[in-house]
């Protein structure tokens, strides 16, 4: 089947080499729960990279982890070690570059 453009599994030659996204030995702990009590690891030494043109999917059990990716990237959180970085920028705040979806306004209307 030739329809003339690339294969699904070739990489295009214009993609940049350079990581659009970039996990670096990133560490979030979260504070104990009760005072005395052991601080949580929701994530330890999470290294990848995600390049132009690449897809990445975030996805597993409640409680894995999958929010504090996503709030690490979009700068809502910040890691206890390692860095992040989107564009060659380090992450260290909220940017207007990156959204966050929530919950859809339906879930959160109040209509009888």
Same mark, same amino acid.
């Given at each position: 089947?030739?329809?003339?453009?690339?294969?699904?599994?070739?990489?295009?030659?214009?993609?940049?080499a350079?990581?659009?996204?970039?996990?670096?030995?990133?560490?979030?702990?979260?504070?104990?729960?009760?005072?005395?009590?052991t %601080?949580?690891?929701?994530?330890?030494? =999470? !290294?990848?990279?995600?390049?132009? *043109?690449?897809? /990445?999917? +975030?996805?597993? #059990?409640?409680?894995?982890?999958?929010?504090?990716?996503?709030?690490?990237?979009?700068?809502?959180?910040? %890691?206890?070690?390692?860095?992040?970085? =989107? !564009?060659?920028?380090?992450?260290? *705040?909220?940017? /207007?570059? +990156?959204?966050? #979806?929530?919950?859809?306004?339906?879930?959160?209307?109040n209509?009888?």
């Amino acid at each position: 089947m030739d329809g003339g453009g690339p294969s699904v599994l070739e990489r295009p030659a214009a993609l940049s080499a350079e990581p659009v996204l970039q996990f670096a030995e990133v560490t979030k702990r979260f504070g104990a729960a009760r005072p005395g009590g052991t %601080p949580f690891t929701a994530i330890e030494k =999470l !290294s990848f990279l995600v390049r132009e *043109g690449e897809f /990445l999917s +975030v996805v597993g #059990p409640s409680g894995c982890g999958k929010s504090t990716v996503l709030n690490l990237v979009a700068g809502l959180d910040r %890691p206890n070690e390692g860095s992040i970085r =989107l !564009s060659g920028v380090p992450v260290t *705040g909220p940017s /207007l570059d +990156v959204g966050c #979806p929530g919950a859809p306004s339906s879930a959160m209307s109040n209509s009888a």
